[in-house]
């Protein structure tokens, strides 16, 4: 009875060990979630089904899923939400704040407002459950382990329209991936190596297969020390672990290799290795010193520094980091200024780096250990004076008593003239509206102001952004001429959140955080909306010095374009008559974009929404003022946006608006400070109006979901207008109309794949009408072409054609198991293809549209016999069809290749080797190369090219590398490096010597030698 009882209890443990973890709040249900998880080498979907209402979903989804993936790039995403992609996100979190390389992406599915008439007044509201979220064609990744995908549900917008969530995920879901079938697990717990007690703090774990480089993770409970790694194939696995700060021994714990490795031999082994000793890692601790820079003995509080008491600072922040001899940055941390001359630090772990992929060290998941450490410490407003370097020549020490030295740096005190170009008179920016546009809204000139500092060298020393725009678009220093400014180096106030070119400056991404200005050279350049600076303003700066610059800035040109609606002739492309906006009662109204160009280059674009009552619309005319673009804060910061003014040129000038077309390029001449009015004429395009019949088995069909359906005009195969639908269930006809692309509520028409189509109308041609196939229980697809000729601008032409639903094979995938007590499981992302059609597996359960016809029908999944069944659809019907697929004998192998090392000395005393891939050169941008060796240290053991340094002398170095595609070993190789000397004692002859070694080793591997049987 207790045997009994103890196999229920073991098979339920199995179970739930390897199913996906569901808050028990139950928002949503998560597909795939049962079974092994993905396998190494497959592709798939994962379904998200939203079961409570909310206004956004945001899903932060491991970066291993999506990587290398473009940000808004929204191509994978299909969400029945919202088919208007302008409301989709995916934001790649590595390339902002706080720059963590292995940080997840963050998908974001927005319910667009709702405009409420009579009034047409924007309204958000919660969407109506159940919706769903489907990620198309995602990667398995190439670690096995478990990982988690946090989904936060907002239930309210902001003022400004914006989602609101919450700070606690609503649901966290644990999604397991598996190297290969019947997957084996190791587990223990990780200890200190002195004390022998239980490590209860973040840790990470890897089990690396000591000759194919394939790799699995595990977290450890912070509350236990305990870990599993999951996943594992048969192999020979190296353990690697480290921790970060544990509070009872005040350590963090470096990356440690067990001293033994651990061999899985059987097929669901489940391997504990009871206890795993970590070495302690090192703490370097000591404070820094601010001194009066002058006299280098005087020690000061920072904010009672000259420059920063003068301009009033009450805070401040510093920055302390370890960088390694790789350059990387191990341990770090930020503090809150308490405004003393003398300020601690302790550094154990790189603090802010939450996120780990391999190796942990430079996380939080790591400390470190020994080694020779540069010392690195930033602050606004002031540099470090002393360059410290620190050698460690153990674990568990704790380096103290250092003493960084700090001055403040210099002060660029700046002031920014407003000129009238033709007078040289100084003149306001309100001043300058009145003069040019004869209005004084203090809105067209001036705005928010960037200002930079650039040394000699062309690098970024200093920067000041000057926030003077307030909510209604006046400008503060509407009625001054002239602006103050200083610049004192970086602040973390803006830069941490710079993006794209203005990364530096972050943290912890590339140093320098926050600094001073050294003495040097500068140039200042400015930028404001309407002006361009006249001058080279230049200044030289002494170290802790104080220099005067003044830029001066001169009015540039301005445009008032006034666009027109018109008929046009019959059977012309020439205007016959102005005509009522088309679109003037739509609800939203679109908006209208004139577009200016110089050279071939966007110089910005004033916008309008063609609403009676805003400013410069009338039933038949719209008139547009520009100066320039007065970027907000935001756009500045993260997406580098400048201000802009117009210079003198010949300008094309592109109006958009939807349902209208230009006939005719218009191009103007701008003089210096002009104001020069152009008028561009819009003609009324061309509309298709369509009705469409759903079709199934030659009779009518009636959705049985909600569907968004999208309606394409295209000519000559480019996509001009689009029409989505929301068709309702139940529906077996709808209507569109296409006019042209209408960004409903927003400029713009979102493509899936993230590509903007600006508002516009249909020309004249003869288009191709196409519904591309849609549906998720039923498809729908057209089967024949629709053309709709349009001979003339202002007209519609009306059309009817049939779309069919298609047939579908539904069914479970399950394989075959060897794992005890288990015989056939569910198998995720099995491969489905009939006739280069595919679709992918969830938890098992599967479904494939296809439309009539007869099908062989392949089932393939790595580790497993493909099987192939013939089956005939006659129709649009629902086809069952399970299958069990048999686990492969022997094991498919690995492809083979030809993989060699290239290796360089740059008589610095380190070396560089590369990775090449000779006759699988297709596959090297997928490939992934693991380096190892019996000596010496790497400045990364991955990437395609490394450096190499020998830390000790002796006879021989051995390196090796793996390459690794898709999870699999291709290929492996290394290389034998002989009597080389240290780069503490270099020797020039050894150039003659290592010419020599440019070595290529090439192993064609056998099927199956270098699988993960090994």
Known sequence: MKRGRLIILLVFLLTVSFMIKVDEYKALEFSPSKGWGMFFNTTGNIKINITEPGVAVKIEVPREFLEGKPENDTSFLYSDITRDYYYYIVIDQSRHYP????????????????????????????????????????????????????????????????????????????????????????????VDE??????????????????????????????????????????????????????????????????????????????????????????ISGEIIYLDTFNLIDEIQPLESPY???LGFKGLNYTVEVYDEQNRIVASNIYESKNLSHEPFRLITRNGTKHVGYSSVGTEYAGFGPGVYTLKVWVFGFLQRNTLSITITGYGIEFSNVKIQLIYGGLINGTIRLFNNQTRNLESPRKAE????????????????????????????????????????????????????????????????????????????????????????????????????????????STGGRSSVTVDMVRGGAFQVTVISMHSRPGTRYPQAEAHWRFLNLCPQPYLRVYFYRLGVEEGFGETQLKLGFPGVTETRAKINFSGDNPSIKSIIYDGVIPSA??????????????????????VYLYSSQLQSATVILLMGSGINGTVTLIANEVFSELTENAFIEVDALLNENLKGVDVVN??????????????????GHFFYVAPDGT?????????????????????????????????????????????????????????IKGEAKTPFINYIPLVWALITADNIEAYSFDGDYVIHLPEGEYNVEYSYPGYEAQTIHISIGGSFAISQDIILRQATPTPSFPTASLTISLKDN?????????????????????????????????????????????????????????????KALSSTSIKLLNIETPEFPNNSLNLIFTLIILTIAFKLALGKKSLEK
Request: proline share 4%; net charge positive; hydrophobic share 40%.
């Open 194 to 283: 002195i004390t022998g007690v239980r490590i209860k703090a973040k840790g990470v774990v890897y089990a690396i297969e000591v000759n194919t480089g394939v790799m699995a993770r595990a977290y450890v409970n912070a509350s236990t020390g305990f870990f599993n790694l999951t996943g594992l194939y048969k192999g020979t696995y190296r353990i690697e672990a480290s921790a970060g700060y544990f509070q009872e021994t005040g350590y963090a714990y470096a990356l440690t290799e067990a001293s033994e490795p651990v061999i899985i031999n059987n097929v669901a082994q489940k391997i504990n290795i009871g206890n795993l000793s970590l070495k302690r890692g090192n703490i």
């Open 646 to 667: 117009l210079r003198e040129g010949e300008y094309l000038i592109k109006v958009y608006t939807y349902g209208y077309i230009q006939a005719n390029d218009v191009i």
């Open 727 to 744: 068709v309702s269930k139940g529906s077996s006809v709808f209507t569109f109309s296409i006019y042209g692309f209408y960004g409903k």
């Open 308 to 310: 920063l008491k003068a």
């Open 99 to 190: 720059y963590d390389e292995n940080a997840p992406y963050i998908i974001e599915v927005l319910n667009p407002p709702v405009y409420i008439q009579p009034n047409c007044i924007k309204t958000f509201f919660n969407f109506t459950p159940p919706k769903y979220i489907l990620m198309k064609n995602l990667k398995a990744p190439r670690i096995a382990g478990l990982y988690n995908f946090s989904i936060y549900i907002a239930k309210k917008v902001d003022v400004n329209g914006l989602p609101i969530y919450p700070a606690k995920p609503s649901n966290i879901v644990t999604v397991p991936v598996s190297m290969r079938e019947d997957p084996s697990s190791i587990s223990g717990y990780i």
């Open 434 to 541: 009145q003069l040019t546009f004869g209005t004084s809204t203090g809105t067209y000139y001036g705005g928010n102001i960037v200002i930079k500092a650039y040394n000699e060298v062309g690098e970024l020393k200093g920067l000041t952004l000057i926030n003077a725009t307030y909510s209604n678009g006046t400008i503060a220093y509407a009625d001054e001429a002239t602006i103050k400014f200083y610049i004192l180096g970086f602040s973390e106030f803006y830069n941490k959140t710079y993006s794209g070119t203005w990364r530096i400056g972050s943290y912890p991404g590339p140093s320098p955080w926050d600094s001073g200005l050294p003495e040097g050279r500068y140039e200042v350049k400015v930028w404001i909306r309407g002006y361009i600076q006249s001058n080279k303003a230049i200044v030289s700066l």
């Open 756 to 812: 903007k189509w600006p508002d516009y109308g249909l020309d004249v041609g003869n288009y191709t009408v196409y519904v591309p196939e849609f549906g998720f229980e039923w498809k729908y697809m057209q089967k024949k072409l629709v053309y709709a000729n349009i001979q003339d601008l202002g007209v519609t032409v009306g059309i009817h054609f049939s779309l069919y639903r298609l047939g579908k094979i539904y069914g479970i």
């Open 907 to 967: 008589s610095s005393g380190f070396y560089i080797l590369s990775a090449n891939l000779l006759n699988e050169s297709s596959l090297e941008n997928n490939a992934v190369f693991l380096w190892f060796s019996n000596s010496g240290k790497f400045n990364s053991t991955i990437g395609k090219t490394v450096l190499w340094i020998p830390t000790d002398y002796r006879e021989e170095h051995e390196i090796k590398v793996i390459a690794i595609v898709d999870g």
